[in-house]
């Protein structure tokens, strides 16, 4: 069978209007996908991401595991020849992936969930309750010896959370009425 | 001695896990004449997870830090952490787009206009300026002897690198770090995995690729001869202690110590005071490797 592929693919147009990367600009060199972080357990490297864009596989995309193996290590931004945003390509395609409600969640995405929600609350992280409330979700606490080792290197926070200014208290809630800027950069 | 004022922003990490990072900085800097403003009420940066599902809430939690940095009249903010460091560069970058300045501004409150003007650089920038590396070598008590080290950049302390900074460090093969260490008199050896990436978060999500990642830095690193990691990153750090940590029985264990530490010894302060007891390898012979200077 031939395809033919006229113009842009409805994804690429969806990718292109939120955030600031031009697909067109890829030759396929493949550097990217080379010096990936996350390769080894992405079923497709950034390089086929950026093909699979052009024939708007937008399902496989937002349902793919490559999405989440992605460490925003910017290793790939950092040396594509095209400059192609890599690193924000892929958190559009995070966000998009979020934003679908066929999307099943997974062990990233309910880390970022958490850690969010933390940050939104006291404007800061907390790695104690951090580590508590992922382990309430299911994730395992680390291992005891480890924990003993930091405790007794008085390694772990025990202070009370930060209680952020009403400030940011008002610009999260600015946030959460529907303020969004697009991505870029 | 000339002193220098600049903005600080140490992070949640270094509240937390990585506090001997923050007191190594704090040492090291008022030393040499370097005064840290903390902004007051800074927020977290957003780490991994804000840019990676919500990137408005990324681009207002950098803008307003940004804009307390601003307000607290300084020009220059420099964060010891890489995640830190990446984030508010980004959003320093996309706050240069009066679109995005104007739509920032909202969700903030307050007027963005001027936040441009505030350079964002990592403490490995502020220490590698000429004065202060310097002020460093005239304030040295110590001098490493025997000390075989490799300088773990990571990725982000590196990256975005734009190609238009020339003070800016090399991604593939920085340097800023080898030179500061080196001029201490350590043994620094050059290796492959200098700026790669140590599995970042996913240590807290399902950790095997951060056990591929960290697995074959902590390789390279010991196979270079090295006696010690020196790290600028507290997740980088964390991902390579706990790992060494877990592989406790089998592997060589090696400390992974903050580059921060190790200039806080050759100024003078103890294992003690730089925290070099907290780290989990903490049975190094830190005072055989120092020699008068």
Redesign the interface.
Known sequence: MTMVITGNSKLQSEVEDLCDVNIDACIQCGTCTGGCSGIELMEYGPRQIIQLIKLNQRKILLESRAIWMCVSCHICEDRCPAKIKITSLMDTLREMACKDSKTKSNAQIQFHKLYIKQVKSFGRSHESMLTVALSMKGTPLPPLRLMKDLITRMRVDIKPPHRPDKSYRLAIKRLEKGGSIGHGN | MATKTVSYFPG??L???A??FDTSTRLVCGKIGINLQEP??W??C????????????N???GA?NLYLVEKSGSNTVTAPCAACF?NLK?SS??LQ?PK?RQ??S?????NLKEVEKVSVIHLLELLSDHSISKSIKQNMKYRFTDLKIVCYYG??TV???EESDPEADS?ENPQSMDKLLGALGADVRDWSHK???C????S???P??AN??TDEVLRQAIASGADVIAVACPLCHSNLE?RL??LQAKGKQIPVVFFTQLLGLALGYTVKEVGL????V?SFPWREKLTLA
């Open positions: 949640c990490s509240h937390g896990l506090k001997p007051n009420d927020n977290c957003g780490a991994t997870s804000a840019h990676s599902i919500d990137h408005s809430l681009l207002t939690l307003r990446s980004r970058i996309e787009d995005k739509l920032a909202q969700l903030v409150g307050e990725c982000l990256r975005p690198n991604s700026s790669e990436c599995g970042g978060s996913h807290l999500c399902g095997d690729l591929i990642r706990f940590h877990a007891n907290k780290m989990l903490n």
